[in-house]
């Protein structure tokens, strides 16, 4: 067990409905990031969150998506009006960094989206 | 931007033989280093990293890679490889905040 918690697990839903994923990193870790996985691809970065401050989002973050980190702990993930092309898996991961290093980030088991 | 190309997509090896797994990165500035391991059902786990000091770094289960900063590389390798290493492998770059990763090699190893 990473330590690094994601719920749910599966979710399937209708296209345009919206949806919510949750991410609580390991406790002590500042940084946490949200990546898209689809199958045979690496992990797409999303967007990243140092603290409660959202640094840095991809282009594939479209205006559907937003990301949230309140108090710097736990994590949520909302798409909005979803269409098929947003099934995929979603990871979030969590790490420790202080200035511009890093330690290793830490993975979640992901969300798996199916949108029908 | 950084940007992270695995070449190989599969591979396919017998047990025993040897293994590199070719990873190229495109960042100017200092890197981490990262290769990841994701085993059929399960979450990316990390195999090793480099930060700096010796590129030549070894990992769990018997894998090291090797950082090459004059070719922006790198691989990773194991010199003997067994059934149990069958799993995608994934590549990743840190060269600034974020963390970016290769497309990631599949590797099949036949008993």
């Known amino acids: 067990d990473t330590g690094v918690s994601q719920d749910p697990r599966h979710k399937i839903t209708k296209r345009g409905q919206n949806v919510t994923f949750r991410c609580d990193p390991i406790?002590?870790?500042?940084?946490l990031y949200w990546y898209r996985q689809t199958l045979g691809q690496g992990p797409e970065f999303l967007t990243y969150?140092?603290?409660?401050?959202?640094?840095?989002k991809s282009r594939l973050l479209s205006d559907r998506f937003s990301a949230e980190r309140p108090k710097g702990s736990f994590s949520t993930l909302e798409i909005q009006r979803t269409e098929q092309g947003d099934s995929a898996m979603y990871l979030c991961?969590?790490?420790?960094?202080?200035?511009?290093?890093?330690?290793?980030?830490?993975f979640g088991q992901g969300t798996r989206l199916t949108v029908v | 931007a950084q940007s992270v190309s695995q070449h190989n997509h599969h591979v396919i090896l017998s047990e025993a033989a040897s293994l590199e797994l070719g990873c190229n990165y495109s960042?100017?500035?200092?890197?981490?280093l990262f290769w990841y391991v994701q085993y059929p059902g399960q979450h990316l786990q990390l195999l090793l990293k480099?930060?700096?000091?010796?590129?030549l770094v070894k990992g769990i289960k018997g894998f090291e890679a090797e950082f090459i900063k004059s070719k922006f590389s790198f691989n990773l390798r194991k010199p003997s490889v067994q059934w149990s290493d069958t799993a995608e492998y994934f590549c990743?770059?840190?060269?600034?905040?974020?963390?970016?990763f290769g497309a990631g090699t599949r590797l099949t190893v036949k008993p």
């Open positions: 969150f140092q603290n409660e401050a959202q640094l840095e």
């Open positions: 991961a969590s790490s420790l960094g202080t200035g511009g290093s890093l330690t290793e980030a830490f």
């Open positions: 960042y100017g500035g200092t890197v981490n």
């Open positions: 990743a770059v840190n060269g600034g905040l974020d963390m970016r």
């Open positions: 480099y930060f700096s000091g010796d590129p």
């Open positions: 406790s002590e870790h500042n940084r």
